[in-house]
């Protein structure tokens, strides 16, 4: 598991200047901040690395991660921030 302060920088360094980035985001972290592995935040960073435009490209699966960021703690991470919520949950808080 993440250290509290570790995870307070992930979650700053992951805001975003296009919204659509941020609600992925932010719901990612509603639903799996409590849980999240060292792992899955090195995966996360790794992403937050990107161009807003080319990060929207992979959360919605336009595109697939190439070269450096095909890793495994990459695609992990990027499989939860695409899950889709439960059924009659609401999407963000």
């Known amino acids: 598991m993440l250290a509290q302060s570790d995870l307070n920088r992930l979650k700053w360094r992951c805001r975003r200047g296009l919204l659509e980035n941020d609600l992925l985001i932010g719901r990612f972290f509603a639903r799996h901040e409590a849980t999240l592995t060292v792992s899955q935040a090195q995966g996360l960073a790794r ?37 889709r919520p439960d059924a009659g949950a609401p999407v963000l808080n």
């Open 47 to 83: 992403l937050m690395e990107l161009p807003d435009n080319d990060l929207l490209d992979l959360l919605l699966s336009r595109k697939e991660p190439q070269d450096a960021l095909d890793t495994l703690e990459v695609h992990e991470v990027l499989a939860l921030l695409r899950a």
